[in-house]
């Protein structure tokens, strides 16, 4: 099994950052790839951001492409999203998930970080 702590979460202004730390442990050799989701008060959970554990291919949600960066420390078992010029609308609990090999969907999930953008 593979745990997931995510932390870094806080209270930010508008056009503020933050950086999204998820720190993977247990049977973290079964990883292929690491992803960012995040849930608002009401609203459905949706994907934010991924990176293939060996390859480091990247993928994006549009709204945060220009603004959020998805990196990886393999020795660390860790994944980051830098997000940068955060609007109210990033507001929501940002949990991290593992898409294990020879798996299709994202298996193991964190607790989850509250981040709050105000305008």
């Known amino acids: 099994q593979v745990q997931l702590v995510e932390s870094g979460g806080g209270l930010v202004q508008a056009g503020g950052s933050l950086r999204l730390s998820c720190v993977a442990s247990?049977?973290?050799?079964?990883?292929?790839?690491m992803g960012w989701f995040r849930q608002a008060p009401g609203k459905e959970r949706e994907f934010v951001a991924a990176i293939t554990w060996s390859g480091g291919d990247i993928y994006y949600r549009n709204s945060v492409k220009d603004r959020f960066t998805i990196s990886r420390d393999n020795a660390k078992n860790t994944v980051y999203l830098q997000m940068n010029s955060l609007k109210p609308e990033d507001t929501a609990v940002y949990y991290c998930?593992?898409?294990?090999?020879?798996?299709?969907?994202?298996?193991?999930w964190g607790q989850g970080t509250q981040v709050t953008v105000s305008s």
């Open positions: 247990g049977r973290t050799d079964s990883i292929y790839t």
């Open positions: 998930a593992d898409q294990k090999r020879g798996e299709a969907d994202f298996g193991s």
